[in-house]
């Protein structure tokens, strides 16, 4: 099967614990995002690698740091989380084509922080 | 910055009905611009896309209409089927050379039968 998968689905932890997320696609993209989608829907993208280099680094707070050891992982991991990191976290892909490809959604992964 | 704005917030038709989303952008470089939709409990997915060398583009009942004067373009939903409740969002791409998209706030379309 192609598509974008994200582990874990559902995660739920306390205020300044560490997280990690994981993204893995098999779509031969070579272009991962992260969005984060907040309770209003609203969806904001954060970091996206290409080819394992960063080209998007939006302003998030300095403890979201994304990890990519190949063009088919993009993981994030969250140093201490807060009570406004609660989300859904959606890892995308695409196939770099000047900006102009359409992005392939995995199925989030919603965190709870308590 | 808001660089996408997206209107209404939510919009109720009744089946049969045009449905009509709209969006406005603020950064005449912008090239490209999608709609997404996204189904409760599911994640977003492209619907339909235009760029600016179009002022209309059509696949089946969605149209998409571009003002690129009025830097404004709009989604219509011909016939809305209550199967078409779900979120869109309008985007705008951002950054050329890496895929940044930003999104609009979103439109809750309700169409009742």
């Known amino acids: 099967e192609t598509a974008v998968f994200q582990t874990p689905n559902y995660h739920v932890t306390q205020v300044g614990n560490e997280v990690s997320f994981n993204c893995k696609q098999t779509?031969?993209?070579?272009?991962m995002y992260w969005y984060k989608q907040d309770s209003k829907k609203l969806l904001k993208i954060m970091f996206s690698y290409n080819n394992k280099q960063l080209i998007v680094n939006e302003t998030v707070p300095r403890r979201f740091s994304p990890q990519s050891s190949d063009k088919a992982h993009l993981n994030l991991r969250i140093k201490s989380v807060e009570p406004e990191d609660s989300a859904v976290y959606l890892c995308?892909?695409?196939?770099?084509?000047?900006?102009?490809?359409?992005?392939?959604f995995g199925p989030g992964t919603r965190l709870t922080v308590l | 910055q808001q660089q996408v704005r997206q209107s209404p917030q939510s919009l109720t038709v009744w089946e049969g009905e045009t449905a009509i989303l709209n969006c406005s952008y603020e950064?005449?470089?912008?090239?490209?611009f999608p709609w997404y939709h996204q189904f409760p409990g599911e994640s977003p997915a492209l619907l339909i896309a235009?760029?600016?060398?179009?002022n209309k583009k059509e696949d089946g009942r969605f149209t998409i209409f571009f003002n690129k004067r009025e830097k404004k373009f709009s989604l219509h939903i011909a016939d809305s089927q209550p199967g078409d409740s779900a979120t869109y969002f309008c985007a705008a791409l951002t950054g050329a050379n890496t895929g940044k998209l930003t999104f609009g706030h979103g439109t809750i379309l309700r169409v009742h039968p």
């Open positions: 995308a892909s695409s196939l770099r084509d000047w900006g102009y490809a359409e992005q392939f």
């Open positions: 235009i760029r600016p060398v179009s």
């Open positions: 950064d005449s470089t912008f090239d490209y």
């Open positions: 779509l031969g993209h070579d272009t």
